[in-house]
């Protein structure tokens, strides 16, 4: 195979953390046809080349200073990475203030994000194929999680390496998996230490990226200002109970659906989460939107001013209790102005792809299958005054 070679600056995170960052346009030559997460070796040493296209090694830590330009050669079995030298001295430049990257289509955003990734992540409808991801075993053992794929792209639009995510509905940890995998620093709350118990356990498992800042903390979340700060987070990600309709809807499976598709084909392995009086998930609809509310005005105390909460939510329904059509997303995003935020954006995730048509209501009423799941993004106002009483 003949050697590609190509040279970049190395930015402080990589040097900090022992990776290099394959750049967009280099990574023909320099991954080609391999597969990505794969292993590979690293000037001799183990590594990895991550799903991201970058090489990550112990070999890399702290070896080289941040502005130093180094050259990759792609070898038989991974890559040799020096510093280029010019007459046997190092050449270490200072990166520009501006960002070390010299290509005008290369310059990043507040997220990290070049004008092109920026571009291509900026889609109102998602398809199933878009952001999924397997469910892993630890998805299975709770029954009503959100693929790491999802929360990745979510995390990837609204935040930066280094920033703090939270998620006060944690369940077993999908969104700090993903924000471990970004490099961003994570906080969960879980009301039930099964789940808590998953999410470490997943979480330990994690071995060759070095672990950042991933707490998850076993609780009630209307308690959240005793575990975070005020200003401190930069995005919130979350999939809340929806009420009690999962316990409404197994019932109701029970009852009326027992030879329906639904169950079979959807593959749903939704379950109660537990009996605890302060899951949100025990609670009647309304009584279930004043406790969102509650929570929503301690989520703006510890949201950065110019941060983003996002929401992941589906419309349902209940006609046995004369409420054919259940608007969440709406009454989230009203909640969300009430208590101060913006609503900034409404993202459609369409699940048409995942999901079989039931036949619903035949033959005297006509209802749709909501295949499709709603991200409310609510951002707190820049100047917003953050000392609001809760
Ligand atoms: C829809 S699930 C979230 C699943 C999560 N996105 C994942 O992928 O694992 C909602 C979670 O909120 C938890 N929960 C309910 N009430 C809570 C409360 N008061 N405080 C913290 N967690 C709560 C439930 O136990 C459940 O695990």
Known sequence: MSEKVIKKTLRSMEVL???IQIPTNSRSELIG?????????????????DKYARIWSPFLKGKFSAGSRVQINRTQDGYQV??????????????????????????????????KEWTQLSKSVWSAREVSSAREWYHLKHGAT???????????????????????????????????NLERRGIGIELYDKFVDLAKEVLGQQTLIEKPDQKVICGDCRELLKWVEP??????????????????????????????????????????????PRDFGNLPYDAFLKEIKALMRKLIL?????????????????????????????????????VGFLYHDLIVWDQNEQRSLVLLGYPTVFYVNINHTFLV?????????????I
């Open 17 to 19: 953390k022992g990776f």
């Open 33 to 49: 046809d391999m597969l990505m997460p794969s292993n590979v070796l690293v000037n001799g040493m183990p590594g990895r080349l």
């Open 82 to 115: 020096e510093l280029v030298t010019d007459e046997g001295k190092s050449v270490v430049k200072t990166p520009a203030k501006s960002e070390n990257r010299t290509n005008e289509s290369e310059r990043v955003g507040f997220n990290g994000l070049t004008p």
């Open 146 to 180: 959100f693929s790491v794929a999802l929360a990745e792209r979510v995390i990837k639009m609204y935040t930066k390496e280094g920033d703090l995510v939270l998620d006060p509905f944690v369940g077993v940890g999908t969104t700090l998996v993903a924000a471990r």
């Open 231 to 276: 200003n401190s987070v930069q995005l919130m990600f979350t999939s809340p109970p929806y009420a009690n309709f999962i316990i409404r809807s197994i019932e109701d499976r029970k009852k009326t659906h027992k030879t329906s598709r639904l169950v079979f084909d959807n593959k749903s392995v939704v379950k109660q989460y537990g009996e605890d």
């Open 302 to 338: 510890v949201t950065k001013p110019g941060g983003y909460n996002v929401w992941v939510v589906k419309d349902c329904r209940d006609p046995q209790n004369g409420r054919p059509f259940i608007d969440f997303h709406s009454d989230i995003a009203h909640i969300g102005k009430k």
């Open 377 to 389: 993004v609510l951002r707190k106002p820049q100047e917003a005054n953050t000392k609001a009483s």
